[in-house]
């Protein structure tokens, strides 16, 4: 039982990490029209740059503002560069540009930092476990990511339905052309958005770093995981996005948690019961998601009805 | 997509002339190439040039369905590598003579194991094209990468035939009175197999069939409203399309005599997309320019940096957001045509 909640937690921890990514992909398509495959770069950019000025400086706090403002700076500077080029284009040519973008992101990391993973350590203030209910304890840290993705959620949630800009950006989202004909700098908004949504990106990767190890190629796996996440929950709806992360992520980590013990229950040979285990928990959510679609081929939550 | 593709009235008549003149040059370089590449002494090339002509077979397959039917697929891979494994546990089976799926299965003879790898692939494309289908746009990419990388992390855990560390196959596979192990017969039988597969696809491609996926592209409502079902023409395209990725994995695999799960990694997918692209999206041969563009770039590029990748990152940027339709669009820009 106290294994079960302890997972649940790790798997709501996860999801909420999914969905600042899929919220930044989401706030992006949605309001722009672009697939942004680099947003796993962002994710990189934003954990890298927090390990480095935790481990040279020691203070987290300038870690955490330096993730978000070089994973923000870079996302800008992506989309003066080369999005803003693709608005027009059709999203296989969003997908094959924001495609070398992630070579180069990739490999200029490899440049600078090796292909050594980096570790950080978990901030001291946030070392320890909380003790939830009788005889669970459960790490500080990963409360602290799900307190975190809670706000952020609705703080969106806030700046999207009750704010101007988020106003700006839902008029956008239906009719750019009538909003650039109001008079509103759209340029200026696009850049704003995809800002937005690089920091959510950032942020994720830096919350994922003391957890996990921070290395290149860490962007994709994840994007990937984040495409699930936003087919099934919808494509172009935040909502979507919030409830495709938490079920992708609470399946992916309850069944890589638990497959492997009730499999070796059913099977005579241990060692073909865990390679099955790994198998089938590796390809659990891409399952999912297939079955999802079978049932509602436009996702659980979509953006129009 | 619609609005950039070009009239196919307009384009029919000089084309057809040109790129039979295009075809036969393309073949009279590829059938001097090996004993060009010996004479200056750099018979490596004969390997890289076995390697393009593969990897044009799966981008042309690639192509029958992104550039021709318009669903672009991010999971071309997944198909490749399926062919590659069939190869691979083939012999494996034909090596240590277990049982495969309790049948005395196993081969190492190119007659059976390229059909096979052609039918499974096939098989998987029509499971996960069914289900991908039910979707376009955005979410087809996104649902294709996603399948791919489910089948990816399958071949991960299956550790019986190797899992991450892949499979080496010792031997090429066998073709009665040839010597596949010879690096230049082998080359003929690629090329031998590509010209095959090219042949098919362009009759695929002027058939009733064909004009229909050109029509789902320029708009899948018209055609629907002409009383086409256009899933049915979408999912065997999608079949055919696995299956000549499937063979060309098939040709990899015994090629390099290895098989692993990075057959099937999520870029080589992305490569696939870019070759399409580059060599010009919706023509036969393109891809096949597209392949040699690609891997040539590449093969440079690494020989003259090993972060060749931050070069050819920002490379391709650029070719997609400058020269529509990739080389033939370059050239189409060069000459003046402007406008995509």
């Known amino acids: 039982m106290a294994l079960l909640i302890e997972q649940s937690l790790n798997g709501i921890q996860l999801g909420f990490m999914l969905f600042l990514l899929a919220a930044g992909l989401t706030l992006i398509f949605g309001i722009m029209g672009?697939?942004?495959?680099?947003?796993?770069?962002?994710?990189?950019?934003?954990?890298?740059?927090?390990?480095v000025v935790a481990t040279q400086t020691g203070s987290y706090v300038l870690a955490a503002i330096a993730g978000l403002a070089a994973a923000a700076i870079i996302g800008m500077a992506m989309e003066?560069?080369?999005?803003?080029?693709?608005?027009?284009?059709?999203h296989l040519d969003q997908v094959l540009a924001t495609f070398g973008l992630i070579l180069f992101f990739n490999q200029m990391t490899v440049i600078l930092f090796g292909r050594q993973p980096l570790f950080v350590r978990i901030p001291p203030l946030l070392d320890g476990s909380v003790h939830i209910v009788a005889g669970v304890y459960y790490p500080l840290y990963r409360l602290v990511i799900i307190g975190v993705g809670l706000l952020t959620a609705l703080g969106l949630y806030i700046l999207i339905s009750r704010t101007r800009i988020g106003m700006l950006i839902r008029?956008?989202?239906?009719?750019?052309?009538?909003?650039?004909?109001?008079?509103?700098?759209i340029r200026l908004l696009y850049t704003i958005v995809f800002g937005l949504g690089a920091m959510l990106a950032g942020l994720a990767g830096i919350m994922t770093g003391p957890i996990s190890a921070v290395q290149v190629g860490m962007?994709?796996?994840?994007?990937?995981?984040?495409?699930?996440?936003?087919?099934?929950?919808g494509v172009g709806s935040i909502r979507g996005a919030f409830v495709g992360a938490l079920i992708v992520g609470i399946v992916d980590t309850l069944l890589r948690a638990f497959l492997p013990t009730l499999l070796r229950h059913m099977m005579a040979s241990g060692s073909e019961a865990?390679?099955?285990?790994?198998?089938?928990?590796?390809?659990g959510v891409y399952l999912l998601m297939a079955i999802v679609l079978l049932v509602r081929p436009k996702g659980l939550l979509p953006a129009n009805g | 997509m619609a609005e950039t593709a070009p009239n196919p009235t307009q384009r029919s008549k000089p084309k057809n002339v040109r790129s039979?003149?295009?075809?036969?040059?393309?073949?009279?370089?590829?059938?001097?190439?090996?004993?060009?590449?010996?004479?200056?002494?750099?018979?490596?090339?004969?390997?890289?040039?076995?390697?393009?002509?593969?990897?044009?077979?799966?981008?042309?397959s690639l192509n029958l369905i992104m550039g021709y039917a318009g669903l672009a697929s991010f999971g071309h891979a997944a198909w490749y590598g399926i062919g590659a494994y069939v190869v691979g546990i083939l012999y494996r089976h034909s090596v240590s003579g277990d049982p495969l799926f309790g049948l005395p299965l196993g081969a190492d003879q190119l007659l059976i194991t390229l059909p096979a790898a052609i039918i499974v692939a096939g098989l998987f494309a029509a499971v996960f094209g069914a289900l991908a289908l039910r979707t376009s746009?955005?979410?087809?990419?996104?649902?294709?990468?996603?399948?791919?990388?489910?089948?990816?992390?399958?071949?991960?855990a299956l550790k019986a035939y190797g899992g991450d560390d892949g499979l080496i196959i010792r031997r090429?596979?066998?073709?009665?009175?040839?010597?596949?192990?010879?690096?230049?017969?082998?080359?003929?039988?690629?090329?031998?197999?590509?010209?095959?597969?090219?042949?098919?696809?362009?009759?695929?491609?002027?058939?009733?069939?064909?004009?229909?996926?050109?029509?789902?592209?320029?708009?899948?409502?018209?055609?629907?409203?002409?009383?086409?079902?256009?899933?049915?023409?979408?999912?065997?395209?999608?079949?055919?399309s696995g299956m000549g990725a499937g063979l060309a994995g098939a040709l990899m695999a015994n090629h390099m005599r290895f098989v692993s799960p990075d057959m099937m990694h999520w870029t080589q997918s992305g490569e696939f997309m870019f070759m399409v692209i580059l060599g010009g999206s919706g023509t036969l041969l393109g891809p096949a320019f597209g392949a040699a563009g690609l891997i040539g770039l590449e093969s440079l590029l690494a020989a003259w940096t090993e972060n060749w990748q931050v070069i050819l990152g920002p490379l391709l940027v650029l070719a997609i957001l400058f020269t529509r339709g990739g080389l033939s669009g370059l050239a189409r820009m060069i000459r003046g045509g402007a406008r995509g």
């Open chain 1, 34 to 51: 672009v697939i942004n495959l680099a947003q796993g770069s962002l994710f990189m950019v934003g954990a890298y740059a927090a390990a």
């Open chain 1, 80 to 90: 003066y560069l080369v999005i803003r080029r693709l608005y027009a284009r059709d």
């Open chain 1, 171 to 185: 008029a956008g989202a239906t009719n750019r052309e009538m909003v650039r004909a109001l008079g509103v700098d």
């Open chain 1, 219 to 233: 962007g994709e796996q994840v994007l990937i995981l984040t495409f699930v996440v936003i087919v099934i929950g």
């Open chain 1, 274 to 283: 865990d390679a099955l285990a790994g198998g089938i928990s590796a390809m």
């Open chain 2, 20 to 60: 039979r003149l295009l075809l036969a040059q393309l073949l009279v370089i590829l059938v001097v190439l090996p004993y060009l590449a010996n004479l200056i002494g750099q018979p490596a090339l004969t390997s890289l040039a076995t390697r393009i002509i593969i990897l044009a077979i799966a981008a042309a």
């Open chain 2, 137 to 156: 746009g955005v979410q087809f990419i996104m649902i294709t990468l996603a399948f791919a990388q489910m089948i990816f992390f399958f071949f991960v």
């Open chain 2, 172 to 240: 090429r596979n066998a073709l009665p009175f040839l010597d596949t192990r010879d690096g230049l017969t082998f080359y003929w039988i690629c090329l031998t197999v590509a010209v095959v597969w090219y042949a098919i696809l362009s009759r695929i491609v002027g058939s009733r069939f064909g004009r229909v996926l050109e029509g789902i592209r320029q708009s899948e409502r018209r055609m629907a409203a002409m009383g086409v079902r256009t899933y049915g023409y979408k999912l065997v395209a999608c079949i055919i």
